[in-house]
């Protein structure tokens, strides 16, 4: 029995440097080397200053910004609480939610069907993109917020299109953090 026991803790220990520490280093070791940017959550830094990541959504209220999608997680875009609502499409404040802000979005753009990732969460709720359509239909809005002709704001989307990862995976997509960094360049050439 005794051995056994020994033989167990020394097993508990050695998988643990192992795994839990050797393997960890060597991974981040090798992430740090081969692919910084991503391994640091490629954040955006402007002028010294971390503005945002790629890959996390930020919430962008002011009709001179394109928005993203709305944010389920923690107090919105909260990456240590990502995750969706889970509530279910007969769920009376999702209803609502949705009504809302698609009353909101049909007040900007009256007779315009309003893109549905406008309107509804992503499943991480920290989503970064938005569909092209989904930009596009905010082109009016924010070019006239920011006193800009529609075509300068149009081309600016267009610019900004992503296309299927591989040409087959995924949907295209615009990130909206980078757009509103186009955006606010756009407005600074003015």
Do not use: C
């Not at 944010?71 to 889970?86: H, Q, R, T």
């Not at 009376?92 to 009504?99: K, M, Q, T, Y």
């Not at 905010?138 to 002709?149: F, G, I, M, N, S």
Request: positive net charge; aromatic residues 4%; charged residues 15%.
């Amino acid at each position: 029995m005794r051995t056994s026991l020994v033989i167990a803790i020394r097993y508990t220990i050695v998988t643990t440097i192992l795994l839990g520490l050797v393997y960890p280093l060597v991974i981040t070791g090798i992430a740090q080397l081969t692919m910084r940017d991503k391994a640091n959550g490629q954040l955006i830094v402007r002028n010294g200053q971390v503005i945002g990541s790629a890959i996390i959504g930020q919430n962008f209220t002011s009709d001179l910004y394109f928005h993203g999608r709305p944010s389920a997680a923690g107090n919105g875009y909260d990456a240590a609480n990502s995750g969706g609502s889970n509530l279910a499409q007969s769920n009376s404040a999702l209803v609502d939610r949705i009504n809302g802000a698609v009353a909101a979005y049909q007040k900007q753009n009256p007779g315009k069907p309003v893109p549905i990732d406008l309107v509804t969460t992503s499943a991480s709720g920290i989503d970064p993109d938005v569909s092209p359509a989904a930009a596009l239909y905010q082109v009016t809005t924010v070019a006239a917020a920011r006193h800009l002709p529609e075509e300068a704001v149009r081309k600016l989307v267009e610019q900004r299109i992503q296309g299927r990862q591989f040409g087959v995976l995924g949907e295209p997509r615009v990130n909206v953090l980078k757009l509103n960094l186009d955006l606010d360049g756009l407005s600074a050439q003015k």
